[in-house]
């Protein structure tokens, strides 16, 4: 049954998953789906610092988001925090960048598949390595180094969750990306009626719950749902550092199989992604669109992508091959093009 706070004025859990459907589909339709890193870094950087910081505050990581900013922005580490704090944040900022990349342009490499092994080992690699360097785990051996998996059986969590032996490790986890791949893009529900968001929780939770590494598998399993989420054509999200209670709370209910919290958690992150970021700075004439969404009695599609492919106007083809620009663009180069006719006598 969906959770109803009509009594402290809070929307529903129903309504929150009506809303965001409503806001993916505005964006696929109007904006033409996410913008990419290289037409719209404003909005990314916005969202990297926001990620950086929190995901390793949720960790224990002191560091305050002005600082974080400096550190990532001009290599200053101020605030006079331990290195390690500051590597954290550095290593996080690195796979965060590069989840952001390979989701939305991925290499020569990529097999097609939603998610591989070696990006979660990657990820993991990219995260903690610098975190490594100064403060290795104690207990770790060399082969537990990061991007490997543990070979230590991990104590049971808090709430009582035991995560598998780490002989079974390498299974699990390709077990759980075999469910991973079989997430369809669907913004709806699957089969048995659950809401793609509490799909993802069910994920996101399980592979915490195998835990395959010895250190960083909360901040690894923040990115990798992240590069599943903009692969599938949706924002990333971003658990404040204020939610970490509800986010465990959550967590600890999906545990004993009720996936009902974290997905409406995850919903209302990737909501907020949508309305704080994204559909601000991708609405009105600055925004870019594909060039066929910009013919007019001037210019027709041709002659728009003859002037995109010249250099005349401001475009981006993007990996899809399709050539995207904007009004603001296209009336900039009504305006070139008229200045260079020759005057009649």
């Known amino acids: 049954m969906w959770r109803c706070d009509v009594g402290r004025g809070r929307p529903s859990r129903a309504v929150v998953y009506q809303r965001l459907d409503k806001a993916l589909a505005e964006l696929d339709q109007r904006y033409g789906g996410l913008p990419d890193p290289r037409e719209a870094r404003a ?16 960790e224990g990581n002191t560091l305050v ?12 580490a101020v605030g006079a925090k331990s290195l390690k704090e500051y590597n954290e944040v550095r290593g996080y900022a690195d796979a965060a960048r590069w989840v952001y990349r390979q989701a939305l342009e991925p290499g020569d490499w990529h097999d097609g598949r939603l998610l591989t ?70 913004a709806g529900a699957d089969g048995d009626g659950q809401p ?36 599938l054509g949706y924002p990333p999200v971003i658990i404040f550092k204020k939610q970490r209670d509800a986010y465990l709370m959550a967590m600890q209910r999906a545990d004993v199989g009720d996936p009902g919290s974290l997905g409406e958690l995850i919903a209302r992150a990737m909501h907020d992604n949508l309305n704080r970021f994204i559909v601000p700075n991708v609405a009105g004439p600055a925004r870019m669109v594909p060039l066929a969404a910009l013919v007019d009695e001037e210019f027709s599609l041709p002659a728009l992508r003859q002037a995109a492919q010249r250099g005349r106007l401001e475009a981006f083809q993007g990996h899809d091959g399709i050539w995207r620009s904007s009004r603001k663009a296209v009336d900039a180069y009504r305006e070139s093009k008229h200045r260079r006719m020759p005057r009649q006598e």
Do not use: Y
Request: hydrophobic share 40%; charged share 20%; aromatic share 6%.
């Open 196 to 231: 793609l968001t509490e799909r993802l929780a069910r994920l996101h939770n399980t592979f915490e719950q195998v835990h395959p590494f010895i250190d960083g598998n909360g901040r690894t399993g923040r990115l990798v749902l992240n590069l599943i989420l903009v692969r």
């Open 43 to 58: 909005i990314w950087d916005d969202i990297w610092h926001l990620e950086a910081h929190h995901s390793t505050a949720l």
């Open 65 to 76: 988001l002005r600082e974080v900013q400096l550190l990532l922005d001009q290599g200053r």
């Open 117 to 186: 092994v070696g990006e979660v080992r990657q990820i993991h690699h990219m995260a903690m390595t610098p975190v490594w360097d100064v403060a290795p785990h104690p207990d770790a051996t060399k082969r537990e180094s990061p991007g490997n998996f543990r070979e230590h059986d991990i104590q049971p969590f808090s709430a009582g969750m035991v995560p598998p032996a780490w002989p079974l490790v390498p299974a699990r986890l390709e077990e759980w990306i075999g469910q991973v791949c079989l997430l369809g893009k669907e």
